[in-house]
């Protein structure tokens, strides 16, 4: 694959998270192939006995990928993959689906004939690709700075490829989880990190900043083929005033160019404004780059979602998707919790 993120064994990392298995439809023809990850997930409410399932994309990007096909076939690649994965959720009890796209690639654009498209928001990173020196050209002038004045009072970084273990990563990062209140969603649990070591750890990249012999900060990237993807990251709170979280993101810079990456993906913020500050944060690092984030909500059955939303007395336009996981209305209604 292109990516980490459409690795089947990244995907059955967060099959306990998500509460689910994750699968791949991979439909298969004379003009190409397209390969479909996703977590396939019970709905807690059935239709006259019978158990039906939504999907959804991992944790991160993904959705349907067209592989090894010739450009004037895709169209057809596309309509035919449709009409064969409608079939598959008919068979299977598949109702509906969350796809999340991925940036970095053009398939939201590619089954736009057959996902309706919502863009969720930009992400950003830094291009080492077209820039000599992406510190000068795609950090702002503050962080610049600031990092200048780290490095010259001694703060110092280290890299590490395929780390034997990640035990001190994960006592920063949950003290960061901790200090930042964040949803329980980011407390991933340590048979994730056992198993992402297992699977991963040769993509696996540890920045550690360090002063005066101490660590105090650190981020777990993945590297896959060109890209390093800003995945985790931690930093003490008594520190603050050393810039460690800049400091690492230069490292990440002089580490990739060093090994002739093309890009440092950091993601995007937490909602879609252009004044959120988490990506006006990130934006800081990549000033000159941006991607689109697409996703989708696909009801492939829509008679039976109907009939699961007023099983629970959910309204099927409503904002949260899909609607019968409306944790208030089930609970109300049959008293299950739903992640």
């Given at each position: 694959?292109?990516?980490i993120?459409?690795?089947?064994?990244?995907?059955?990392?967060?099959?306990?998270?998500?509460?689910?298995?994750?699968?791949?439809?991979?439909?298969?023809?004379p003009?190409g192939?397209?390969?479909?990850?996703?977590i396939?997930?019970?709905?807690p409410?059935?239709?006259?006995?019978?158990?039906?399932?939504?999907?959804s994309?991992?944790?991160?990007?993904g959705?349907?990928l067209i592989?090894?096909?010739?450009k004037?076939?895709?169209?057809?690649?596309?309509?035919?993959?449709?009409?064969?994965?409608?079939?598959?959720?008919?068979?299977?009890?598949?109702?509906?689906e969350?796809?999340?796209?991925h940036?970095?690639?053009?398939?939201?654009q590619?089954?736009?004939?057959c996902?309706?498209?919502?863009?969720r928001?930009?992400?950003?990173?830094?291009?080492l690709?077209?820039y000599?020196n992406?510190?000068?050209s795609?950090?702002?002038?503050?962080?610049?700075?600031?990092?200048?004045?780290?490095?010259?009072?001694?703060?110092?970084?280290?890299?590490?490829?395929?780390?034997?273990?990640?035990?001190?990563?994960?006592?920063?990062?949950?003290?960061?989880m901790?200090?930042?209140?964040?949803?329980?969603?980011?407390?991933?649990?340590?048979?994730?990190?056992?198993?992402?070591?297992?699977s991963?750890?040769?993509?696996?990249?540890?920045?550690?900043?360090?002063?005066?012999?101490k660590?105090?900060?650190?981020?777990?990237?993945?590297?896959y083929?060109?890209?390093?993807?800003?995945?985790?990251?931690?930093?003490?709170?008594?520190?603050?005033?050393?810039?460690?979280?800049?400091?690492?993101?230069?490292?990440?810079v002089?580490?990739?160019?060093?090994?002739?990456?093309?890009?440092?993906?950091?993601?995007?913020?937490?909602?879609?404004?252009?004044d959120?500050?988490?990506y006006?944060?990130?934006?800081?690092f990549?000033?000159?780059?941006?991607?689109?984030?697409?996703?989708?909500?696909?009801?492939?059955?829509?008679?039976?979602?109907?009939?699961?939303?007023?099983?629970?007395?959910?309204?099927?336009?409503?904002?949260?998707?899909?609607?019968?996981r409306?944790?208030?209305?089930?609970r109300?209604t049959?008293?299950?919790?739903?992640?």
């Open positions: 694959m292109d990516d993120y459409f690795e089947r064994n990244y995907g059955r990392l967060y099959e306990q998270i998500e509460q689910g298995i994750c699968e791949v439809f991979e439909f298969k023809h003009l192939k397209v390969s479909h990850m996703f396939k997930r019970l709905i409410v059935s239709i006259n006995g019978e158990s039906y399932y939504d999907i994309t991992p944790y991160g990007y959705g349907p592989i090894g096909f010739e004037v076939d895709k169209c057809q690649i596309v309509q035919e993959f449709h009409d064969a994965f409608e079939k598959y959720c008919r068979k299977e009890n598949i109702i509906c969350f796809v999340r796209f940036p970095l690639f053009t398939n939201a590619d089954f736009s004939s996902y309706e498209l919502i863009f928001r930009y992400t950003t990173g830094t291009n690709k077209d000599e992406p510190v000068k795609e950090f702002s002038k503050s962080k610049q700075k600031s990092i200048q004045k780290a490095l010259q009072a001694g703060v110092e970084y280290r890299m590490t490829e395929n780390p034997v273990n990640l035990e001190e990563f994960k006592r920063i990062y949950y003290s960061t901790n200090r930042k209140s964040a949803a329980s969603i980011y407390y991933f649990k340590d048979n994730y990190f056992e198993e992402l070591l297992r991963f750890g040769k993509n696996i990249l540890l920045a550690e900043v360090i002063y005066e012999g660590v105090i900060a650190m981020g777990l990237n993945l590297v083929g060109k890209t390093i993807h800003i995945h985790l990251s931690g930093t003490l709170a008594e520190y603050h005033q050393l810039s460690s979280s800049f400091v690492m993101r230069y490292a990440l002089e580490w990739g160019k060093a090994h002739g990456m093309d890009l440092i993906h950091e993601g995007g913020g937490v909602t879609g404004e252009l959120d500050p988490l006006l944060f990130k934006k800081q990549g000033k000159n780059t941006e991607f689109k984030f697409y996703v989708s909500h696909k009801i492939w059955n829509k008679k039976i979602y109907n009939m699961l939303c007023k099983a629970v007395g959910a309204q099927p336009e409503a904002d949260v998707f899909p609607a019968y409306s944790t208030a209305a089930v109300e049959i008293g299950i919790n739903i992640p």
